[in-house]
């Protein structure tokens, strides 16, 4: 089982559309929940943290349930910019050491 | 403030030569981390690197891969003998200290081998 899992994608939808993304994780050393974007395989970028009260950037809502150790994100009123590859990361952390779990990734194509 | 600078962004290699990837930190940033995206996959954790220290190596393979981070200049991921498998987008991330702390990623090396 992978350690952070997410939705198959791609997901295709219209300009205007609200989509919603959802991840699971496996290892209850996970400390730190985010998720980035990456463009075309560029370099990932930071989109957002996620909180358990749930936090709010503009278009963009985060969820985190730590009992579920489920994380979602939710794209309102999506744009053409927003077509991307969504990643879940996870961020393990122990005593002495501390990395990112990368999912798969979850593409989405916004049209016109 | 200049980012997480990589270089080369582009690398070639013929099997059996080696593939040396520099990562220069964002200023003030003492950890370094390593992570590979191999074609239509996720990202994967290498190494992890404080100054002169290896932390945690877990993600590297046994052979032919090794890092390092110098009190002076940028960390260095070296490839021995490198094979076709090798082939992928290499990219660096830098925090400041703290374990928990947001990683900010450098534009990657892609490197390719013949």
């Known amino acids: 089982r992978k350690e952070v899992e997410q939705d198959p994608g791609p997901f295709n939808v219209p300009e205007g559309a609200t989509v919603a993304f959802n991840c699971t994780y496996s290892n209850s050393a996970s400390q730190s929940f985010f998720w980035y974007r990456q463009d075309c395989r560029k370099e990932p970028k930071l989109l957002m943290s996620?909180?358990?009260s749930g936090n709010e950037d503009g278009r963009f809502t985060a969820q985190l349930n730590r009992a579920s150790q489920y994380i979602s994100l939710l794209i309102r009123d999506s744009k053409l910019s927003d077509s991307a590859t969504y990643l879940c990361?996870?961020?393990?952390?122990?005593?002495?050491?501390?990395?990112?779990?990368f999912g798969q990734g979850t593409t989405l194509q916004v049209k016109p | 403030n200049a980012g997480v600078m990589q270089n080369p962004r582009h690398l070639v290699r013929r099997r059996g030569q080696e593939a040396r990837l520099r990562c220069s930190p964002m200023?003030?940033?003492?950890?370094v981390y390593w992570y590979r995206q191999l074609p239509e996959e996720g990202l994967k954790f290498m190494v992890y690197?404080?100054?002169?220290?290896?932390?945690?190596e877990s993600g590297m393979p046994k052979e032919r891969f090794s890092a390092e981070f110098p009190k002076e200049g940028p960390s260095i991921l070296r490839i021995q003998q490198v094979v076709r498998g090798d082939s992928a987008a290499y990219f660096c991330?830098?925090?400041?200290?703290?374990?928990?702390?947001?990683?900010?990623f450098g534009p990657g090396t892609r490197l390719l081998v013949l």
């Open positions: 996620v909180y358990s």
């Open positions: 990361v996870v961020n393990i952390v122990t005593s002495n050491t501390g990395k990112l779990i």
């Open positions: 690197l404080q100054k002169e220290n290896i932390i945690d």
């Open positions: 200023k003030g940033h003492s950890h």
């Open positions: 991330a830098s925090s400041p200290g703290m374990l928990k702390e947001t990683q900010y």
